[in-house]
Nanobody, 122 residues
Framework: VQLQASGGGLVQAGDSLRVSCAAS?????MGWFRQAPGKEREFVAI????????YYADSVKGRFTISRDVAKNTVYLQMNSLKPEDTAVYYC???????????????????WGQGTQVTVSS
């Protein structure tokens, strides 16, 4: 399975941005993590294989929306009301994982994309 993330960029606080992750091959649950400079990689959101269930980190709940186009095998992360603290490299990941706390554990995901930079200026 190969994952290709895209769509990052530089935006201002309050703006919106959508990042995408195109997958080749069979995937399971797909999630987004992010890593800011000097910080550990942190869980952002996850969506199940069928796209019917989602889960979010408290820090992005109500602002970010994860969705999945099953036909295109692509997952999206729509980010609204962006804040400077959302600045990070965003990684998509795929794996046979669900439930709390496993879905928040990066080591549970078998496949990773290359990351895309999201920078939010104040």
């Amino acid at each position: 399975v190969q994952l290709q993330a895209s769509g990052g960029g530089l935006v201002q606080a309050g703006d919106s941005l959508r990042v995408s992750c195109a997958a080749s091959g069979r995937t399971f649950s797909m999630g987004w993590f992010r890593q800011a400079p000097g910080k550990e990689r942190e869980f952002v959101a996850i969506i199940n294989l069928s796209g019917t269930s989602t889960y979010y980190a408290d820090s992005v709940k109500g602002r970010f929306t994860i969705s999945r186009d099953v036909a295109k095998n692509t997952v999206y992360l729509q980010m609204n009301s962006l804040k400077p603290e959302d600045t990070a490299v965003y990684y998509c990941a795929a794996g046979n994982v669900w439930g709390v706390p496993p879905m928040k554990d990066a080591s549970r995901y078998a496949f990773w994309g290359q990351g895309t930079q999201v920078t939010v200026s104040s």
